[in-house]
Nanobody, 123 residues
């Protein structure tokens, strides 16, 4: 049974950093695209970053370019999101997701989802 477990969320002041991790199990991790999404209170879920199965190609939403870095360690079945220069508008629940035919941030392309980890940024 596929499972994704996020960790690393917390509360931080604006300008600070956090590193999120997502541990995967129950499916062939190295064959899957991985992504991070987020959902702020009262808003829809939006794609933040995604990474190809081999880790060589990455895409970012415009609002995190230059601040966030997605990476993966296929030997450990882990995908990470390094978040720097955090802003209050980054406050959201962050989710990792896995899919096999991913061309963008369409949620329907992602088969497996984690439960999320909360990130709160204060001004």
């Amino acid at each position: 049974q596929a499972r994704l477990v996020e960790s690393g969320g917390g509360s931080v002041q604006a300008g600070g950093s956090l590193r999120l991790s997502c541990e995967a199990s129950g499916y062939p991790f190295s064959n899957y695209f991985m992504a991070w999404f987020r959902q702020a209170p009262g808003k829809g879920r939006e794609g933040v970053a995604r990474i190809y199965p081999d880790g060589n190609i990455k895409y970012y939403a415009d609002f995190v370019k230059g601040r966030f870095i997605i990476s993966r360690a296929n030997a450990k079945n882990i995908v990470m999101l390094q978040m720097n220069d955090l802003k209050p508008e980054d406050t959201a629940m962050y989710y990792c997701a896995a899919g096999t035919r991913v061309a963008g941030f369409e949620e329907s392309a992602f088969h497996y989802w984690g439960q999320g980890t909360q990130v709160t940024v204060s001004s």
